[in-house]
C-alpha cells in the first residue's frame, strides 16, 4: 500500500485547508485510516481517524474544528481543517492499519502545514 498526501501549505490564522492522501497498491488490505501530525520537536500524534465503516474518533485539539472523511471508490483519504490555529502547524502525515488490526502499518511521507498568526 502507497500513500501519498496533498494539500499542505501556508495559510493564516482562522484560515482553512484540506488535505487529502491518495493510496494505491493493495488497497483492499487497508483498514482504518488516520491523520497525524508532527510538531517540531514533538512526537507524532493522532489527530483524527474513521475506520472502514465511517465511525470517527477526533483529538481534544482539533475537534469541532477538523473534519475527517473517506471515499473508498476514489481511494482517498480527506482531512478538512477549518479555523486553524498557529499550534496547528506541523507535518501531517497520512496512515493506515492492516484491515481487522489497530496498528497504523502504513504511511505516507507526509505534508507541511504552516499557520501564520
Known amino acids: 500500500v502507497q500513500l501519498v498526501e496533498s494539500g499542505g501549505g501556508l495559510v493564516q490564522a482562522g484560515g482553512s485547508l484540506r488535505l487529502s492522501c491518495a493510496a494505491s497498491?493493495?488497497?483492499?488490505?487497508?483498514?482504518?485510516m488516520g491523520w497525524y501530525h508532527q510538531a517540531p520537536g514533538k512526537e507524532r500524534e493522532l489527530v483524527a481517524a474513521?475506520?472502514?465503516?465511517?465511525?470517527?474518533y477526533y483529538s481534544d485539539s482539533v475537534k469541532g474544528r477538523f473534519t475527517i472523511s473517506r471515499d473508498n471508490a476514489k481511494s482517498t483519504l480527506y482531512l478538512q481543517m477549518n479555523s486553524l490555529k498557529p499550534e496547528d502547524t506541523a507535518m501531517y502525515y497520512c496512515?493506515?492499519?492492516?484491515?481487522?488490526?489497530?496498528?497504523?502499518?502504513?504511511w505516507g511521507q507526509g505534508t507541511r502545514v504552516t499557520v501564520s498568526s
Open positions: 496512515a493506515a492499519t492492516y484491515f481487522g488490526t489497530s496498528e497504523y502499518i502504513y
Open positions: 497498491g493493495s488497497i483492499f488490505s487497508i483498514g482504518n
Open positions: 474513521i475506520s472502514s465503516d465511517g465511525n470517527t
